[in-house]
């Protein structure tokens, strides 16, 4: 897949995603993997679109005054030094692909339960989701990701609050996991890896900035939640599973 191609896809992955509060960090990662770059360069790539997507969803989401602070910062408090003990963890490049292909499809299957507003069975279990976080957490520093499109499921099954807050609740989340995250992988496989995921990366970056606005606008104002998130879905299990047949 050339640059053009990539830049592309990128830019769809970041529009689909930040229109439902996602920054995309786990398809950019199978992307790049499909397009044969750089393992141990995955993450710090695909946490810097991260970065610079959700930044934006974040913004217009507090700005329209959807973020619920106090259980937002809750849940990123706990998530945040486990991102960063994940991405100083050493991986195997075998488990990398395992890992990050598994939770991709498993994500993916989450997005498709149907989500449902107010009290119900599943709210007493809200309580619950702090506990949570730290494991989120680990799991996405350590393949490259922030986590949201793994903790948004969690909160729409247990009624933790509605649709669009949810949405703004993961946006905080992956963007304090990616900062945390990046920072872990730097330390473990020095500064010098920022600068060459930058240089590749730049067009990368670029198109994401442009998705995210365009997606997390349209999450505002115009789509409906559920149609996009089956898209996402379909698109996350897609390239899951790409990732699985190969390992």
């Known amino acids: 897949m050339g640059i053009l191609a990539l830049a592309a896809a990128f830019l769809v992955t970041a529009l689909l995603y930040a229109s439902v509060g996602f920054g995309g960090g786990s398809t950019y990662s199978a992307l790049l993997v499909l397009s044969g770059f ?3 360069l995955l993450p710090v790539l695909s946490l810097i679109c991260n970065i610079a997507v959700v930044t934006g969803s974040s913004i217009r989401f507090a700005r329209a ?12 408090a706990i998530a945040a030094p486990a991102a960063m003990l994940g991405g100083l963890t050493p991986i195997a490049e075998g ?3 395992l890992l990050l292909g598994g939770s991709l499809v498993l994500a ?11 009290q119900g069975g599943a709210a007493r279990f809200a309580r619950l989701m702090p506990f949570a976080a730290a ?11 922030g986590g949201g499109i793994f903790l948004a499921p969690l909160l729409h099954l247990t009624r933790w609050n509605e649709a669009r807050s949810i949405a703004a609740t993961a ?13 872990g992988q730097l330390l473990k496989n020095g500064p010098d890896r920022l600068g060459e995921a ?3 990366g730049l067009p990368l970056l670029v198109a ?4 995210g606005q365009i997606g997390s606008l349209l999450a505002l104002k115009f789509l409906d939640p559920k149609y996009i998130r089956w898209i996402t879905a379909a698109l996350t299990i897609w390239v899951g599973s790409r990732l699985l047949i190969g390992v």
């Open 38 to 40: 750089d393992y141990r």
């Open 135 to 145: 494991p989120l957490g680990f799991l996405s520093g350590l393949v490259g990701i």
């Open 171 to 183: 946006s905080i989340f992956i963007l304090v996991n990616s900062l945390f995250g990046l920072a």
């Open 95 to 97: 488990t990398f692909f």
């Open 198 to 200: 930058a240089a590749f």
């Open 208 to 211: 994401v900035v442009i998705g």
């Open 65 to 76: 005054g959807v973020t619920p602070w106090r259980g937002a910062l809750l849940l990123t």
């Open 108 to 118: 993916g299957l989450a997005l498709l339960i149907p989500q449902g507003e107010g």
